[in-house]
């Protein structure tokens, strides 16, 4: 069996947040940019993939088109033990336009669709080719867009308990959101900062001990730039506070510069990031060997969430899965993708990542 094609197809679905904001500058972001990776075969089998957009979802799908779809197509599709050698391949033969964003981000979709692929010859849900199920639902975080305003963050979060999340994570840089948060949900719900790289080392370790009372779980990447792993470290040691920190990471190598340095007692690696579902699990296996716990990133609606929660089934720590809180208005997994109650969501049972994506939403809000 051969890979016919490898196509990119760019969906952007509208979305309300409420009082939250998401911006690129100035500009206000009001609709999720999914880049899906379609890998077709000639024995008429289809794989589902993933790429990172966000706010550049025409260049990852260029990137899918020039570089990802010559290198793929007219191989032989490999099966599960075979596909970390055929990435391997792609890497290398690709590592001249870097090994981190865009091009990881165009690696990661491929990798995904072949493990689709390979877990779908099976007829097998993903998990089975790596492992035991341990989890049946995942419990999901509800991960707040920026508000600012401690009464509306307050505010968010009760709405967030009220729809049966079990655990909350801001977007916020200052100290009032915090404790607005903690008093709102009270003292033994999980709570989590995630500040998006805004500060010096100094500074990141004054908002620590700021922070400390309202007893966040973890701040993430607190410091800029993202890759700065010392600082980090310094920051987790002397700020009193435990760091995440990998959403930014591409491959096992630099998560494994980053762990070694301790810069992080959380590893956040993102499946449509880091390199697909192959170097997700290499990056799983040193978290373990470190000692080091899971928080994978996954705020996207596309194949790469249905691949975190394959993956998130495989472990029983009790990890939450990252949902972004908002209302969007179409699903490409038909709502089953959606919280339950009880704050969970459903691994999928089906073959490969276990559900097909809704073709006439695909086309509704398809981006030509």
């Known amino acids: 069996m051969q890979i016919a094609d490898v196509r990119a197809h760019h969906i952007r679905i509208p979305y309300d947040a409420g009082v939250a904001s998401f911006k690129q500058g100035a500009s206000a972001i009001a609709a999720v940019d999914i880049v899906l990776v379609e890998v077709s075969t000639d024995a008429g089998l289809t794989g589902w993939g993933d790429a990172w957009g966000y706010v550049c979802p025409r260049s990852t799908a260029t990137a899918i088109d020039e570089m990802i779809a010559p290198q793929a197509r007219g191989l032989e599709v490999p099966d599960a033990v075979g596909i970390p050698a055929f990435m391997e391949r792609i890497q290398r033969n690709l590592h001249l336009f870097g090994r981190y964003g865009i091009t990881m981000f165009a690696i990661s979709g491929l990798d995904i669709a072949l493990w689709d692929i390979a877990a779908r010859v099976q007829g097998e849900p993903l998990h089975r080719l790596i492992g035991a199920r341990k989890r049946a639902r995942i419990p999901a975080y509800a991960s707040l867009l920026k508000i600012g305003k401690p009464d509306l963050v307050a505010q968010e979060c009760e709405a967030a308990l009220r729809r049966g999340y079990p655990a909350i994570k801001l977007h916020e840089t200052t100290v009032p959101p915090v404790f607005a948060a903690r008093q709102a949900i009270g003292a033994n719900i999980p709570l989590m900062v995630d500040m998006n790289c805004p500060m010096d080392g100094a500074t990141a370790i004054a908002f620590a001990h700021e922070c400390q009372a309202a007893a966040p779980l973890f701040l993430e990447e ?128 089906g073959p490969g990542l276990g559900y097909e994506p809704d073709r006439d939403v695909m086309e509704r809000y398809r981006v030509t």
């Open 222 to 349: 607190p410091v800029w730039p993202p890759e700065d792993f010392t600082t980090l470290a310094e920051v987790r040691k002397k700020g009193g506070l435990d760091l995440a920190a990998g959403e930014n990471a591409c491959t096992f190598y630099q998560f494994r510069q980053m762990l070694a340095a301790g810069a992080a007692g959380f590893a956040q690696p993102s499946v449509i990031k880091v390199g697909g579902v192959t170097e997700y699990l290499k990056v799983v296996a040193l978290a373990d060997e470190l000692g080091i716990r899971l928080a994978p990133h996954s705020p996207y609606f596309g194949p790469g969430f249905l691949a975190t929660l394959q993956l998130m089934s495989l472990r029983d720590d009790g990890t939450f899965v990252e949902v972004f809180y908002m209302n969007r208005t179409a699903c490409l997994w038909r709502g089953r993708i959606d919280v339950d109650a009880a704050g969970t969501i459903a691994v999928p049972d």
